[in-house]
């Protein structure tokens, strides 16, 4: 098949099982890489192959930043102690478990290491898609989610290490801890000094278009740059991000903000689904390069087996030992059994397992070849493909029979919130109206009051007793047939010529703007 008609078919696919994994209730992610797979095995050629090099630089850099602009520095605050437990504790734990079972399993001890940071960190884009797709505390979440982000880190240097020890055959420990202080300090310097920059620039600009190009490029050169210097380019990227999320705000304009955030949430969208569609394609490629042997296989269910058993043990004691100190209701950690095996089912390698392992060199420093290559890779892919499939299409039953899931009723938090900053706004134009035009003060004034008062009747219809739920959606129906009605008759004048494109366009905007608000 044409390179390009494979391409327009994996578009297509994503169109169509986009909207099949939320009605069937299997993880986005994970459709689409079976979809890969399928629709790769029945390809006799690739054409659709990828440079593995280009994987980490050009993947990961948005989507990293991406998932920064979903959380808040506070979050990750309050849940440092159980982000760093997984992202680095048991991520650089995963790595030595493997290593010592793929050495007693006959792989030599310098790819052994190889191995075990190759399959050490669960997938970011994986866990997040699934985490919040499936409406779980925004605890896990927030705890899934940076354990996905910041993993990639930990695992990355140890992977540069790794791969160090075994082309050159050694490397002390003083150069290993050299390694760490530089890919930590190096990367969130950067991160910090391009965030700090880029709000400067960002506040002189004052075009929307312009400002969200700037936050489409500084994730990129906050990668390229820290890795240029030795440094992490995971932690140079999550930090501006977190450093843009926390102070880029109010150096940014509205119509940049609201361009920006459109323009992430697609890209995020795009990237993550081309990304685990190709994902199949590389495993099927791979798998038809690479020998197998039934050894091969033993060793790769030996480490499925091991990243699974190992992750549990890790977290249940883990939980309880922090709750235990804790000592309080609000734990950040999971609470409970229930939501700990939750978070123990959710460790799907993905993008960056499948990025390191194809990319590992093909000799040593000595000319000769890199021991077990070939056996490393088909391990680390037969890793991605069965936690990927597997625990992804288990984790939403798993979830559903456990019944672990989120009771904060998001609708009436934001409806309150949208209450208060209306309240709030209110209140400092009837702090000025002694200076304002009584014409000024009253057109004001009664905006603000209009939208106080028809957000609290419609936050009371949409209360949730049975009463007002049934009144909340009748009042969604007439307010849907009224925004059609509105919709109508721009677009009717608009084909008359009565007004100009440009003009029904912004009347368009806004009608969308609150449709989106009020129904979405």
Known sequence: MDGRVLALVVVVGIIVLTPLADRIRVPQPVLLTIFGLLLAWVTPANPLSFDPALILPVVL????????????????????????????GLTLATVAVVAVVAHAAGLPWAVAWVLGAIVSPPDPVAATAVARRLRLPHRLVTILEGEGMFNDATALVAYKVAIVAAVT????????AVELVEAVVLGVLVGLVLGHLSTIVLGRIHDGYTETTVTVLVPFVAYVGAEHLNGSGVLAVLVLGLYLRTFGHDATTSAGWLLGRAVWSFSDFLITSLVFALLGFELVAVIRSTETSSGTMGLAALVVGTIIVFRAAWIYPAAWLARFRARRRDSPLPTGWRESTVVAWAG?????????????????????????????VTVA???????????????????????????????????????????????RIRQEEASLDEDVRRAAIAQYEGYLSAQETIASARARDDEHARRGRALESVLRRASDAERRHVLDARRRGDVSAASADEVLRDIENRALRDFD
Do not use: C, K, W
């Open 61 to 88: 850099p948005p989507l990293l930043f991406a998932a920064t602009q979903r959380t808040t520095v506070n979050e990750f605050r309050e849940h440092a102690g159980a982000v760093f437990v997984l992202a680095v």
């Open 381 to 427: 892919l037969v890793v991605v493909l069965v936690t990927l499939v597997v625990q992804g299409l288990t984790l939403t039953p798993l979830t559903t029979y456990l019944r672990v899931g989120s009771d904060v009723d998001e609708t009436a938090e934001i409806a309150q919130l949208r209450m208060r900053a209306t309240t709030a706004g209110l209140a």
């Open 348 to 376: 799907m390698r993905g993008v960056v397992t499948v990025a390191t392992a194809v990319a590992l060199p093909t000799v040593v420093a000595t000319g000769e070849p890199l021991p077990a290559r070939d056996e490393v």
């Open 169 to 176: 055959g050694d490397i002390t420990r003083a150069e290993v």
